[in-house]
């Protein structure tokens, strides 16, 4: 049995697997924001649930919004702040009696979608997850790919290329909250697709309330659509320029946006290098359960 956590800043979910990928038991917890122990004890409370239930014990892997530092040990990059700094893995493993894989979340996602999912077959996958905020996984047969300094994959932080004056305006009193300012997160992310209509038409709307615009014909909505699908596009090409995916995978709130499996092959063409790509973009096969099952998949299958 393979146990995942997916620890997120809201809530934190386990979830059990049978070697087939079965789901066994699963449950979500709120995450105690702010107070490292009590997530700790969360967390190996979550497992002693799964492994009750199941009456089984489990391999424990955990998908976490930051990474390890290979230099230090310590969690850093984490937006679920009272993570960083600390010996997560260590320390988890010491009340659990037992080893603990750790992983982004956005590897988790390209893990799962990997073994089981939308990239199942292929070799290099590319997990982007557009939603709140933006980021990237990679996964090389099934496995995590982090890179030496744990951030393989950060693509949601590289500036947004072939930026135009329109890319320009947007950015007016924007910056990223890693402290830089172009980063394509605050372009492509579900905030910056919100963000971009609340400058176009000084209203405040959700995604989904304006994705029912374009629905309706609406100019303003249809018109920030463009703009967030030909953004996409560029910071798409840009992944394949540099790692060439076998496939990549949508996850996250925007990825739900149907019109996009459409609309990007032929635009991303236009940005390759030599205007020929045939890359798949396919939407994540597990949604929000991708996370939490790419944490159970970081321990490999037999």
Same mark, same amino acid.
């Given at each position: #049995?393979?146990?995942?956590i997916?620890l997120?800043?809201?809530?934190?979910?386990?979830i %059990?697997?049978?070697?087939d990928?079965?789901?066994l038991?699963?449950?979500?917890?709120a995450?105690?924001?702010?107070?490292?122990?009590?997530?700790?004890?969360?967390?190996?409370?979550? &497992?002693?649930?799964?492994?009750l239930? @199941?009456?089984?014990?489990?391999? &424990?892997?955990?998908?976490?919004?930051?990474?390890?530092? /290979? !230099?230090?040990g310590? !969690?850093?990059?984490?937006?679920? @702040?009272?993570?960083?700094?600390?010996?997560?893995?260590?320390?988890?493993?010491?009340?659990l009696?037992?080893p603990v894989?750790?992983?982004?979340?956005?590897?988790?996602?390209?893990?799962? +979608? %990997? !073994?089981?999912?939308?990239?199942?077959?292929?070799?290099?996958?590319?997990?982007?997850?557009?939603?709140?905020?933006?980021?990237?996984g990679?996964?090389?047969?099934?496995?995590?790919?982090s890179?030496?300094?744990?951030?393989?994959? +950060?693509?949601?932080?590289?500036?947004? /290329?072939?930026?135009? +004056?329109?890319?320009?305006?947007?950015?007016?009193?924007?910056?990223?909250?890693?402290?830089? &300012?172009?980063?394509?997160?605050?372009? !492509?992310?579900?905030?910056?697709f #919100?963000?971009?209509?609340?400058?176009?038409?000084?209203?405040?709307? @959700?995604?989904?309330?304006?994705?029912?615009?374009?629905?309706?014909?609406?100019?303003?909505?249809?018109?920030v659509?463009?703009?967030?699908?030909?953004?996409?596009?560029?910071?798409? %090409?840009?992944?394949?320029?540099?790692?060439? $995916?076998?496939?990549?995978?949508l996850?996250?709130?925007?990825?739900?946006?149907?019109?996009?499996?459409?609309?990007? /092959? /032929?635009?991303i063409?236009?940005?390759?290098?030599?205007?020929?790509?045939?890359? $798949?973009?396919?939407?994540a096969?597990h949604?929000?359960?991708s996370? &939490?099952?790419?944490?159970?998949?970081?321990?490999?299958?037999?």
């Amino acid at each position: #049995m393979r146990i995942g956590i997916d620890l997120g800043g809201t809530k934190i979910e386990v979830i %059990a697997l049978d070697d087939d990928g079965e789901t066994l038991f699963r449950k979500r917890v709120a995450t105690p924001r702010g107070d490292y122990q009590a997530t700790l004890n969360a967390i190996v409370s979550l &497992v002693s649930d799964a492994e009750l239930a @199941t009456g089984q014990k489990g391999t &424990v892997g955990v998908g976490i919004p930051g990474t390890l530092s /290979p !230099v230090t040990g310590r !969690v850093k990059n984490a937006n679920s @702040t009272w993570l960083n700094g600390q010996f997560f893995d260590a320390d988890l493993a010491k009340l659990l009696g037992r080893p603990v894989k750790v992983a982004n979340d956005a590897n988790c996602l390209a893990v799962s +979608e %990997a !073994v089981d999912g939308a990239g199942k077959g292929a070799k290099v996958v590319f997990a982007v997850i557009i939603g709140t905020g933006c980021g990237a996984g990679i996964a090389i047969n099934g496995q995590v790919h982090s890179g030496g300094n744990g951030v393989a994959g +950060e693509w949601g932080h590289n500036p947004l /290329p072939w930026q135009d +004056e329109q890319d320009h305006a947007f950015l007016q009193g924007e910056q990223c909250y890693c402290g830089l &300012v172009g980063c394509t997160e605050l372009f !492509v992310s579900g905030t910056g697709f #919100m963000s971009d209509y609340r400058k176009y038409t000084g209203e405040t709307k @959700t995604g989904s309330e304006i994705i029912e615009l374009i629905g309706a014909d609406d100019q303003h909505a249809t018109s920030v659509m463009h703009n967030y699908q030909s953004r996409l596009a560029r910071a798409l %090409a840009q992944a394949i320029n540099m790692l060439d $995916p076998d496939v990549i995978v949508l996850g996250g709130g925007m990825s739900n946006v149907d019109n996009l499996y459409q609309t990007l /092959p /032929p635009l991303i063409r236009n940005w390759v290098f030599g205007r020929e790509c045939d890359t $798949p973009i396919r939407k994540a096969v597990h949604g929000d359960s991708s996370g &939490v099952r790419g944490a159970a998949w970081l321990w490999p299958q037999n």
